[in-house]
């Protein structure tokens, strides 16, 4: 079984910066997908970004595109998530999923490995 662990989370002004890392417990394959997720309180959990564990395929919502980066490290075998022009609709639990599908969807219901989150606090 695949064990994801996140790190990274905390208080930040808007505007600021942080990055987030998900650490992967096994070796995954291209075919694996890594995906982002974030659920703010009273909202449903929505996708942020992905990538193809074999580092290709970068996709992020809109709401992020061009402030967030997802990239994949092979040697620590982590999957990071930048996150930079922060403002207070980031605030959320931040969620490192995986899905054995070779798809990289939206949906979080085709992902079978999760971790236990990470909260990102964004003050005005």
């Known amino acids: 079984t695949v064990q994801l662990r996140e790190s990274g989370g905390s208080s930040v002004q808007a505007g600021g910066s942080l990055r987030l890392s998900c650490t992967v417990s096994v070796p995954v394959s291209g075919v694996y997908c890594l995906a982002w997720f974030r659920q703010a309180s009273g909202k449903e959990r929505e996708r942020v970004a992905s990538i193809r564990a074999d580092g290709t395929f970068p996709n992020y919502d809109d709401s992020v595109k061009g402030r967030f980066i997802v990239s994949r490290d092979h040697a620590q075998n982590t999957v990071s998530l930048q996150m930079s022009r922060l403002n207070h609709e980031d605030t959320a639990e931040y969620y490192c999923?995986?899905?054995?599908?070779?798809?990289?969807?939206?949906?979080?219901?085709?992902?079978?490995?999760w971790g236990q989150g990470t909260q990102v606090t964004v003050s005005s």
């Open positions: 999923a995986a899905n054995p599908t070779g798809v990289c969807v939206t949906d979080q219901a085709r992902y079978m490995f």
